[in-house]
Each structure stands twice: as C-alpha cells, then as structure tokens.
C-alpha cells in the first residue's frame, strides 16, 4: 500500500492534475455558454422560454447521465485523481474544478465571437473540433497500482460460484458492479447527500441558463450580457483554489460537509440579491458575490464525496450520484422556462433558484448534524453499557472493552469517513 501511495503523488500525478483541468474546462465549462445562444434559438425557431430550456437542460443532463461523450471524460477525470493524490487530494481537486472556471470565462467570450461571424450552426461545429482536446487529455492518464481492502474484497463474487445465464441476470449484475445500489442502502451520510444535491441542483444551474436572457430582456447590450458570465469563471480561476486551500487544512477534514452547506446557502442567499435591480454595475456584484459561493460548491462538490464514501467504492458511487444529479438538471430549466412564460418576469426564476438552494443547504446541514452527533453518542452509550457487566474480572474487561469499541470506530469511519 505505502508503494501505491508513493507512486501515485509522483511527478507524473501533476501532469495527470494538468490534464484534468483541461478536461474539466473542455467538458463541465461548455454547458455555461448556452446561455449565450438562448436568444438566437428562440427567434430561429421561434419557441417559447419552456421549449428552447430544453436544449441546455438535455445537454447538461447526458453530461451528467452518461451521454454525449464528455460524460466518460470529465467523471474520469474526477476519479483519477483520487487513485493520484492522497496528501494533496483536497486542492487537486480544487485546482482540477478550477478548470471549469477557465471554461466558464473563456467558452462565453469564444461563443460571442463565433455566433456573430458564423451563426449558431459554424460555432457548434467548431465547438465539436475543440472538445476532440478531451482524447488528449485521456491519453496522458496512466494506471496507478491500487490494493483492494478486506471489507470490498468480501464484497466481490467467488470465482468458484457459476454466473447466472441470461440477459436479464447479467444486466443485473451489470448495474449491481457499476452503480452503487449497495452504498445508497447502506451508508446513510451517502442518502443524505446524494437526496440534498438532487435537490440542489433543481435551482443551482437556473442562473447560468438564465442571467444573459435576464439581461438582455432588460435592454443591456448583448456583449455586456455575455461578460458577465466570463465574470463568475474569472472569479473561479482564484477563489477555487483558495477553497481548496482553506477545505484542505487539518482542523476542517470533519467540517467539509458542513463547509458545502454553507456555500450552498450563501449561493441562494445571492441569487435574492441579483432580481434587486438589472443595472449593469449591480450585476457584475452579484457575479462577484455568486462567485464566492459557487467556488466553494465546485471545490467541495466530489470531495465531500470522497469523504462519505470509501475510495474503492468511490467510481460507482459517482456514477450512481451524478445519474440521479442529471435527472434535476433535466428538468429544472424546461420548468424555470415555463413559470416564465406563465409569469413573464424573470424574479420568479431566481426565486425559484434561491428556495431550492436554500432549502438543500438547510437539508444536508441539519441532517449531518444528526448523524454527528448520533455517532458521538453511539460508542459512549455502548461503553457505559458495557462496564457493569465486566467489572467482576477487571483484567478481562479492559481488553474485551477495547476491542469491540476499536472495532466500532474503525466501521464508523468506513461508512462516513470522517
């Protein structure tokens, strides 16, 4: 083990770094410039708000959902880094989501340009060219020795027992291997934050589809519109980091999850702030303020994942996670499309973002307070129990006491990795 670990931070684990922040900006960048084709659909095709959502909504949720081809890039890129990094796993992934941040500053300014000189059919086809950069980026990802631990080799199949025949049986143990339908069921830190996110993500994506139509519709000129998007992923570029950086300090490896909530309901707070006026400066300081929190969302998002679930267990739980994430990205802008078209103001999209942001943020905050605080008291109650019963033979007592309470522990932190 001590040999994967030393290989795995080598020189090459930078490159590796390097490679995902490339991937990350080529793949989980592209969806924020969508924004700046909203109005262009609608008027070639002549659809409403609710049907033109469609577009970014299915883009972004086969790129969650395992579509499109991104989808194999960028969650790649996500779990490399875990088998890479070990000491310095918190900023490499704060670093390597710090290239969505470069996506997102520079896919708008490239978008403008593109659609004004070749139309929204050329820009996609150039876009096309520019996501083929991902197969370089997967190129440069070599295997890392890996051992499995006693707990996941239990869980694997004899070799000795004969496969079930049929299609049906193999699908099912398809989906059993490759989606993790086990850790769901069992590890409720896992629930907990997988039900907050969903949510979540019903009102996270609304202002990046939304604010340049938002602008616009309020007689800014479309090239202020699209800077303000190039705004929240300059922003990124440096705070991201700096999540990365403050998440990764010692006192905060326990307070990550909570550190997640708190920017999620930062997040919503801002999004408030953002329908006070449509006044150019007002809006780059809500990109400004938006920022702040979404870095600490982007930095944070997969490593709290890391933390709640094991690492030989983490590529499943991921698939499983951003399957279930794809289905709120899906539908969340189609029906911010339509309370706008029922409406016809845009206050009611940002609110709509704000109350589900918000209320997520209290969810997985409130909830993890209570597995906390349960698996505080669980090993005490269990010890007080146990220290009547073996006070007749003190010597006996200390070491049968110590061992199951070790052993408690050492599960405890295997389910929530805390």
Known sequence: MSQALERSEGCWAWVVLLASVVTQGLTL????????????????????????????SILTAMLHAGGLGMCFSFQSSITVLGLYFTRWQVLANALASAGVSLGITLWPLLSRYLLEDLGWRGTFLIFGGVLLHCCVCGAVVRPVPASVTPEAREGLPSPSKRPSRGCPAACGRAIRRHLAFDVLRDNVGYRVYTLGVVWMILGF?????????????????????????????FSNIFLRPMAGLVAGRREFAGHRKYLFSLAALLNGLTNLVCVASADFRVLVGY?????????????????????IVPMDRFSSALGLFTVLESISILISPPLAGLLLDTTDDFSYVFYMSSFFLISAALFMGGSFCVLGKKERQGPWAEAKGAVPEAAPEQGLATEDMDGPEKRLRVEIMYVTSV
């Open 29 to 56: 960048g592209f969806p924020t410039c969508i924004g700046i084709f909203f109005t262009e659909l609608q008027r070639e095709f002549q659809a409403s708000n609710s049907e033109t959502s469609w577009f970014p």
């Open 287 to 307: 990109c400004l303020a938006y920022s702040v929190s979404m870095s600490g969302i982007g930095a944070l998002l997969f490593q709290v994942l890391m933390d």
């Open 205 to 233: 994506p609304l202002p990046h589809v939304f604010l340049v139509p938002y602008a616009i519709r309020h007689g800014m000129d479309e090239q202020k519109a699209a800077l303000l998007i190039s705004v929240i992923g």
